[in-house]
């Protein structure tokens, strides 16, 4: 039975030249409190925030485990294509578009974990929900050399709060390495 982490999608074959393409730069958290704002956040060493379109390499700590990880969309609020499923009272739902390839020598087991950081420091899980009026959730059970899973993950959120980043953390590793972060 494969491991559910987000939902349902299929896993396909990435394109040759996405196997194939250059790293990208590594996204350490860098929380800047604008959303979408562009540059380098100096409180974190200078290193690059990733954004909506941006990948990031992810590397695990087994030899082998390498994604390319990218944040294609986010939409706030998310909403069901099933009219009664909805968010309970003072909560709402954010959904970020995810894309997963296995660049990396070896299949790549269960996927990670991931979570969205609010203006006032608290991270959110990843909640189970049925398809989107945007998409299909994502499946993750595992993926050979060059495979893609794609689809939406969810989180839910009070009303109130502001999500201003995204993070993926590897299964596999220690806390702050194999990570990616984009702001939103």
Same mark, same amino acid.
């Given at each position: 039975? @494969?491991?559910?982490?987000?939902?349902?999608?299929?896993?396909? %074959? =990435?394109?040759?030249?996405?196997?194939?393409?250059?790293?990208?730069?590594?996204?350490? @958290?860098?929380?800047?409190?604008?959303?979408?704002?562009?540059?380098?956040?100096? #409180?974190?060493?200078?290193?690059?925030?990733?954004?909506?379109?941006?990948?990031?390499?992810?590397? #695990?700590?087994?030899? %082998?485990?390498?994604?390319?990880?990218?944040?294609? =969309? /986010? +939409?706030?609020?998310?909403?069901?294509?099933?009219?009664?499923?909805?968010? @309970? $009272?003072?909560?709402?739902?954010?959904?970020?578009?995810? *894309?997963?390839?296995? +660049? %990396?020598?070896?299949? /790549?087991?269960?996927?990670?974990?991931? !979570?969205?950081?609010? *203006? $006032?420091?608290?991270?959110?899980?990843?909640? @189970?929900? #049925?398809?989107?009026?945007?998409?299909?959730?994502?499946?993750?059970?595992?993926?050979?050399? %060059?495979?893609?899973?794609?689809? !939406?993950?969810?989180?839910?959120?009070?009303?109130?709060?502001? +999500?201003?980043?995204?993070? /993926?953390?590897?299964?596999?590793?220690?806390?702050?390495?194999?990570?990616?972060?984009?702001?939103?």
């Amino acid at each position: 039975m @494969p491991l559910l982490l987000f939902g349902a999608t299929a896993c396909q %074959g =990435a394109p040759e030249q996405a196997a194939l393409a250059p790293a990208a730069a590594p996204a350490v @958290p860098g929380d800047d409190g604008a959303p979408g704002a562009a540059g380098e956040d100096p #409180g974190r060493d200078g290193v690059k925030v990733a954004r909506v379109g941006e990948s990031v390499r992810v590397h #695990g700590a087994q030899v %082998g485990r390498h994604l390319q990880a990218e944040l294609r =969309a /986010y +939409v706030d609020p998310a909403v069901s294509v099933e009219k009664d499923f909805a968010p @309970p $009272a003072g909560k709402r739902w954010v959904a970020a578009s995810m *894309s997963f390839v296995n +660049v %990396g020598g070896s299949a /790549y087991g269960s996927l990670g974990h991931m !979570w969205a950081h609010d *203006s $006032a420091g608290q991270r959110h899980p990843v909640v @189970p929900t #049925g398809e989107l009026t945007t998409g299909k959730p994502l499946v993750f059970d595992s993926l050979a050399v %060059g495979e893609r899973a794609e689809g !939406w993950v969810v989180f839910e959120i009070p009303e109130n709060v502001r +999500v201003v980043r995204l993070q /993926y953390q590897d299964a596999n590793v220690q806390a702050n390495t194999g990570e990616g972060f984009w702001a939103v």
